[in-house]
């Protein structure tokens, strides 16, 4: 009797200590998964209209400065941050430039009213922009503007470029910053520069395949 148990009571100790480490590793795994999640879906869950914003604007040679992560240089040269309100269309800064409603907002043009002052005044978006999150930007699938055939598709590691049928993959990664940010590929003969990268344009230099103005597509 003593024999079975002690038996039985080992048997209850094994149970418990599988239930408890597959808890353990559910836990983890799920922390993992929320953690991709977290840093791959922060673009996504921005609005259409947020998306917009994004990008560098101009009037009156003063530029206006939104970065994807809420960071912003106004026409008065401050830094700061911005948050936008979807229902009111409200534009606040933190960098003295005050609150701003915008009236009207598009893929060219940005109208912004002073709350204060009531004064209007029409920005319009500039095609030399890269944003600081420019590698997360880069992920997706993009459509040549002037040749729809030609399909560049662009993951975390490495890009495909379809061009009427013709595939080139390259391995990559993003160096520089601003307007002297590239793509290094390896057995390459130079790199292509990335003049603009917002949300919805992407615009290289380099060879007569990348070179180009493309467009965000979906999947």
């Not at 530029?63 to 534009?91: A, M, Q, R």
Request: glycine fraction near 6%; hydrophobic fraction near 35%; proline fraction near 2%.
């Amino acid at each position: 009797m003593k024999t079975l148990k002690c038996e039985n009571i080992f048997l209850v100790l094994i149970l418990c200590i599988i239930f408890f480490a597959c808890n353990s590793g559910d836990e983890f795994a799920d922390e993992g998964d929320n953690k991709d999640d977290s840093q791959s879906g922060q673009i996504d869950e921005l609005s259409t209209d947020e998306k917009l914003l994004v990008g560098k604007w101009l009037y009156s040679n003063s530029p206006l400065f939104l970065y994807s992560d809420k960071t912003c240089i106004t026409p008065d040269k401050n830094s700061g941050t911005y948050k936008f309100d979807v229902v009111t269309k409200e534009l606040i800064t933190t960098s003295g430039w005050g609150i701003w409603i915008v009236k009207s907002l598009d893929d060219t043009a940005m109208v912004l009213q002073n709350v204060s002052s009531g004064k209007v005044m029409t920005y319009k978006r500039q095609y030399n922009f890269v944003d600081k999150e420019c590698k997360r930007l880069l992920i997706g699938r993009w459509q040549k503007k002037d040749d729809p055939n030609t399909i560049l598709t662009i993951d975390s590691e490495k890009c495909i470029l379809d061009s009427n049928g013709t595939l080139t993959e390259r391995f990559y990664s993003v160096k520089g910053e601003g307007d002297a940010a590239y793509l290094y590929m390896n057995d390459c003969y130079g790199y292509p520069t990335l003049e603009h990268v917002d949300y919805y344009t992407l615009i290289l230099a380099w060879n007569k395949r990348f070179s180009g103005t493309y467009q965000r597509i979906q999947n």
